[in-house]
């Protein structure tokens, strides 16, 4: 558990859970979606799978371009039934997947991480609210889903942190 909040989450294909003796496959998210008041009775758009061979280097065209597509309409058409987005780091160089939190599971069926793993909607009281993202949150730094604005500095190291480019 980190400061900010947990950043591991299991998906068993039905269900999303934090519990270290999770079942399911485990990935890395962005710890701001976990780190305040859960929302209760949201609805998880899960783009992942089960299968530890299901992932994609983050690099490749298709996750980058289902980024910009997060970015540029699929969050704002969410609109104020948006929760948090985050997606799914298997290691620091590959993606397993995504999961967008709403208060309705209205647009589901347009979201672009669906492209690369299909979706799964799931109820749940896991995550917190998280304010729509300024820059690149879903790239990854050290293995976990970029959080927005700056990484936290590590303690006595005398760094800060980096600002997303």
Not at 35 to 54: K, M, Q, S, T
Not at 130 to 149: H, K, S, T
Request: charge should be neutral.
């Amino acid at each position: 558990m980190t400061a900010e909040g947990p950043s591991r989450v299991f998906f068993d294909g039905q269900r999303l859970s934090t519990d270290r003796g999770g079942s399911g496959r485990r990935f890395r998210a962005d710890p701001r979606c976990f780190a305040g008041a859960p929302v209760r009775d949201a609805y998880a758009h899960v783009c992942a799978l089960v299968y530890e061979e299901a992932k994609l280097p983050f690099d490749t065209p298709e996750v980058q371009q289902a980024r910009r597509d997060a970015l540029a309409w699929w969050i704002p058409l969410l609109g104020d039934a948006f929760i948090c987005l985050t997606t799914l780091a298997v290691d620091s160089v590959n993606y397993g997947g995504a999961v967008t939190v709403t208060t309705t599971p209205s647009f589901f069926d347009e979201d672009p991480f669906a492209r690369l793993f299909p979706g799964t909607v799931v109820r749940t009281d896991l995550f917190s609210a998280v304010l729509p993202p300024p820059g690149p949150v879903v790239e990854r730094y050290r293995g976990v889903a970029w959080p927005g604005g700056r990484h936290p500095s590590k303690e006595g190291s005398g760094r800060g942190g980096g600002t997303p480019v």
